[in-house]
């Protein structure tokens, strides 16, 4: 699994994919005048929730994106960057609509229903700000998943 830098590529998906995606919620919040009292305590907080709240979009981006890269040979940053920002918006938006629609107003829930809105839960909460939000931290995560492919893409004896 680790051979061609599986493990390495979808863990920098995660772990950075969400300090971009929790940066860009935060600036958005500054940038507009939410009220925080303690910034940097409550951007952590954000951070260590998006971790888990947003784990499922910026995995099936990183498989997706890479699939793309091998099929059409991309060795340069910007069509990762593109194709990064445009998939991770597509993924945010679409599992945000379905989770929003598989809630349920009834007091007993199904067991399936439950888990797949908490794998959900963090497109249902993006969805609820502009649009536009994931696609700074879809880019910025692209090319860090260039990098760590292209790390572990090279020839045996040469660097990258």
């Known amino acids: ?8 590529f979808y863990m920098t998906a995660v772990i950075v994919g969400s300090f971009f995606m929790s940066a860009t919620y935060h600036v958005f919040a500054l940038a507009t005048g939410a009220p925080l009292d303690h910034p940097f305590r409550d951007y ?3 951070y260590f929730l998006t971790v888990m709240l ?3 979009p910026l995995l099936l981006m ?6 793309l890269a091998i099929a059409f040979r991309w060795s340069v940053p910007w069509p990762w960057m ?13 599992l945000g609509r379905l989770g929003v629609a ?4 009834r007091l007993v829930v199904e067991w399936w229903r439950m888990g797949l809105t908490f794998l959900l839960a963090g497109p249902m ?22 990098r760590v492919h292209r790390a572990f893409d090279a020839k045996e004896g040469t660097l990258p």
């Open 1 to 8: 699994m680790t051979r061609r830098g599986s493990l390495a």
């Open 44 to 46: 952590f907080f954000a």
């Open 54 to 56: 947003s784990m499922l």
């Open 62 to 67: 990183a498989f997706v994106l890479r699939r």
């Open 82 to 94: 593109l194709c990064g920002a445009a998939l991770f918006l597509a993924l945010v938006q679409a």
């Open 102 to 105: 598989l809630q349920s107003d």
């Open 125 to 146: 909460l993006a969805i609820l700000q502009p649009f536009w939000l994931p696609l700074p931290a879809g880019t910025a995560t692209a090319f860090l998943l260039y």
